[in-house]
């Protein structure tokens, strides 16, 4: 078995306070915080659209104020600070990490220009329709790793069938423009003859859809568990590329187990 530490904080961090205060002397920093500390184990693909699985390790780090509106979130969302907050729509700044891809990543890859380090910056909204569900899209512009744009719309049902544990789940849709798509799926000539893939012109559109679950327990007071699955099938451009149909896969399957602590502290 091949353990891939892959810190993936675009998925294990969320910066979660509410909108800035009016007061005059007042400070975003003052006041308590806590602190949620963790990791997840999962097995998924080595790249998007791989058909060879891998086990991968990543950090879990979550930062914000005890009161704060968010009512749920998801292993899925990207850093985010919210600008506006009025309890049943939330908004404002999210981003993500992007990591290097390239034919240290998998052999299938070799040939193909890298994905470098990088991220994407852009803004989020989310509403509470119910009680019991929670709509969120996001929308980011890839910074040096790509310079296309990324949309994700989820949607997650969630109840709480004791006061310790939480199941949830819903639907999941992508899209991407063109920039983005050939970039992680394109073919040009040069990498074409370095790497035996047919050459392949990629453009925008949708991108994947899929499905998510999740089983939350909050094992103590600052300790909580989770096991969680993704399913995903590439859509469009992206599951027509030569190096998703020769070498990869359209189905992505993530399965994993998380656990986080928290730590309380007050800024004076």
Do not use: C
Not at 74 to 90: I, K, Q
Not at 124 to 131: G, L, R, V, W
Not at 159 to 170: H, L, P, T, Y
Not at 215 to 237: C, I, P
């Amino acid at each position: 078995m091949r353990i891939k530490i892959a810190f993936l904080l675009s998925q294990g961090v969320l910066l979660a306070a509410g909108a800035v205060s009016a007061q005059e002397d007042w400070y975003p920093w003052d006041g308590d915080w806590y602190l949620k500390v963790g990791g997840t184990g999962f097995v998924g693909p080595k790249f998007e659209g791989s058909s060879n699985q891998v086990f991968q390790a990543a950090p879990l780090v979550s930062l914000g104020k005890p009161g704060s509106a968010v009512r749920f979130s998801s292993r899925n969302d990207s850093m985010s600070y919210a600008l506006f907050d009025e309890g049943s729509f939330r908004g404002g700044a999210a981003g993500k990490l992007i990591f290097k891809r390239d034919g240290e990543t998998s052999e299938d890859l070799e040939g193909l220009d890298p994905i470098k380090f990088g991220g994407e910056v852009g803004g989020f909204a989310e509403a509470y329709p119910t009680e019991w569900m929670r709509v969120r899209a996001e929308l980011r512009q890839g910074i040096r790793s790509h310079a296309g744009i990324v949309g994700n719309f989820d949607v997650d049902a969630f109840v709480d069938v004791s006061n310790k544990i939480r199941i949830s789940g819903g639907p999941r849709l992508t899209a991407a423009t063109k920039k983005y798509v050939n970039a992680y799926y394109g073919v040009d000539a040069v990498e074409s003859a370095a790497s035996g893939l047919d050459t392949y012109s990629a453009h925008g559109g949708l991108h994947s859809a899929g499905v998510g679950a999740a089983v939350n327990w909050q094992a103590t007071e600052k300790l909580e568990l989770g096991a969680y699955a993704e399913y995903r099938r590439l859509l469009g451009s992206a599951a027509d590329s030569t190096l998703v149909r020769d070498r990869g896969s359209r189905n992505d399957l993530v399965v994993g187990l998380s656990a986080t602590y928290r730590f309380d502290f007050t800024v004076p």
